[in-house]
T-cell receptor
């Protein structure tokens, strides 16, 4: 089954403790992206990657890092989490080809930083 | 800059009534528009692409370039349509970055 898999689904952590949220897709998609979803703000892009070893900042990159060493994986790293990073995070992937079929999303990771 | 506006955060209609979720965008180029739906505790799913002009689950959306709108419509709402709906825009020439609106929570009352 074609899908985007995120882990973990739920995570509670303390301020300053480094964490990684994993994202993996099995569709051979070139494009991958991380979004955070907050009430009243919709989805805002954190980072994206157009292919292996190619990453770029989205609209809200502060406090986050990513890497794209393999095509299928795009982990999101919070080096020193803070409470304002408490949010629902979604990973998504897309083919670079045309027509544009839009994104396939993961199930989400609900992160709470205390 | 690309921008998507969904003016209604909440929308409530009765079962069987018509429903329209508004979406307006600002973009100087040629955009591709999408509607995504998020049912309770589920991931976002693609509902419609303007380029395909298809009808999914009875929903349709027409791109109006003059009014820069992409409203989502359904003639007869069903209870299972209750969900969060997001309008999104992508640059037709670019890296397929999606810019999302703030979302509209649709509730269908029995």
């Amino acid at each position: 089954e074609a899908q985007v898999t995120q882990n973990p689904r739920y995570l509670i952590t303390v301020t300053g403790k480094k964490l990684t949220v994993t994202c993996s897709q099995n569709m051979n998609h070139e494009y991958m992206s991380w979004y955070r979803q907050d009430p009243g703000l919709g989805l805002r892009q954190i980072y994206y990657s157009m292919n292996v070893e190619v990453t770029d900042k989205g609209d809200v990159p502060e406090g986050y890092k990513v890497s794209r060493k393999e095509k299928r994986n795009f982990p999101l790293i919070l080096e020193s989490p803070s409470p304002n990073q408490t949010s629902l995070y979604f990973c998504a992937s897309s083919s670079q080809g045309k027509p544009n079929y839009g994104y396939t999303f993961g199930s989400g990771t609900r992160l709470t930083v205390v | 800059a690309q921008r998507v506006t969904q003016p209604e955060k909440l929308l409530s209609v009765f079962k069987g009534a018509p429903v329209e979720l508004k979406c307006n965008y600002s973009y100087s180029g040629s955009p591709e528009l999408f509607w995504y739906v998020q049912y309770s505790r589920q991931r976002l799913q693609l509902l419609l692409r303007h380029i395909s002009r298809e009808s999914i689950k009875g929903f349709t959306a027409d791109l109006n370039k003059g009014e820069t709108s992409f409203h989502l419509k359904k003639p007869f709402a069903q209870e299972e349509d209750s969900a969060m709906y997001y309008c999104a825009l992508s640059d037709i020439q670019g890296a397929q970055k999606l810019v999302f609106g703030q979302g509209t929570r649709l509730t269908i009352n029995p």
